[in-house]
């Protein structure tokens, strides 16, 4: 086989295909978390701390003012954006809490679902199948 028609196989597979509209999806949804980390949960809990943006806290390194916004700060030196970080780390617990709250219900749907069980065939009815298979059988056999 040459590499295009293997590569064509690997691609048609359904789990590539799965997974390349999972990454599509998850970007998405991680875009949505992110907006709601940033413009709904940060904005009040910054309040809190004084007004600021909280993305832009941060601890001067080289003798900044605190009083600098963040790029401000930077061009003036090294700081240590932990504002950033944080908002960085709560994106990603909320986006893993919200993942595994998904895989719990997945998981409780295939508990959940009732296996398919082969209901016993009732005597009678595989008397007549025998029966039904011997007549087949004579049927077949020449004279």
Same mark, same amino acid.
């Given at each position: ?7 064509k =196989?690997?691609?048609? +597979?359904?789990?590539?295909?799965? #997974? ?15 907006? %709601? ?6 904005? &009040? ?6 007004? #600021? ?5 941060? %601890?001067?390194? $080289? $003798? =900044? /003012?605190?009083? !600098? /916004?963040?790029? @401000? ?6 700081? %240590?954006?932990?504002? $950033?970080?944080?908002?960085? #780390?709560l $994106?990603? %617990? ?6 595994? !709250?998904?895989?719990? !219900?997945? /998981?409780?749907?295939? +508990?959940?679902? &009732?296996?398919? @069980?082969?209901?016993a065939?009732? @005597?009678d009815?595989?008397?007549? +199948?025998?029966? +039904?298979?011997?007549l087949?059988? =004579? ?5």
């Amino acid at each position: 086989m040459s590499m295009m028609s293997d590569f064509k =196989q690997f691609a048609m +597979r359904g789990n590539v295909i799965d #997974l390349a509209v999972a990454v599509i999806i998850g970007g998405a949804f991680g875009k949505i978390v992110e907006s %709601l980390v940033q413009d709904v949960i940060m904005p &009040p809990i910054g309040k809190l701390f004084g007004g #600021l943006d909280f993305a832009n806290y941060y %601890l001067p390194l $080289n $003798n =900044q /003012s605190t009083a !600098l /916004s963040l790029a @401000e700060a930077k061009k003036a030196g090294a700081v %240590l954006a932990y504002g $950033n970080f944080i908002t960085i #780390l709560l $994106n990603f %617990l909320i986006l893993a809490f919200v993942i595994f !709250l998904m895989v719990r !219900l997945v /998981s409780k749907a295939r +508990r959940g679902a &009732p296996a398919q @069980e082969v209901a016993a065939v009732p @005597e009678d009815i595989l008397l007549l +199948r025998e029966i +039904r298979d011997s007549l087949k059988k =004579q049927a077949a056999r020449p004279l």
